[in-house]
């Protein structure tokens, strides 16, 4: 598993929904393609994985976004090491 947690202006409803769309940006003012999740995204799926995305960082009053890529611990009976 790899986190990656930001304090920014997190991402209504909306936006968690479509998030991992090519191109898709939520706010108009935010700077970026659209790629970032899009990216990330298929590469996880591509090797049996996936991405979690979720609003608020921990207990404080800043929005944030947390981004969880999970993947499998093995494939096909062989363990993954790094």
């Not at 999740?37 to 009053?61: E, F, M, P, W, Y």
């Not at 981004?67 to 790094?82: A, C, D, E, K, M």
């Amino acid at each position: 598993m790899l986190r990656v947690i930001d304090n920014g202006l997190g991402m209504t409803d909306e936006e968690l929904a479509r998030a991992g769309e090519r191109f898709f940006r939520g706010r108009a003012q935010t700077n970026g393609s659209g790629l970032g999740l899009a990216i990330a995204k298929a590469i996880a799926q591509r090797h049996g994985g996936h991405l979690d995305l979720s609003v608020g960082v921990d207990d404080t009053t800043a929005p944030g976004l947390t981004v969880t890529l999970h993947w499998p611990t093995s494939v096909q009976g062989f363990p993954l090491t790094f």
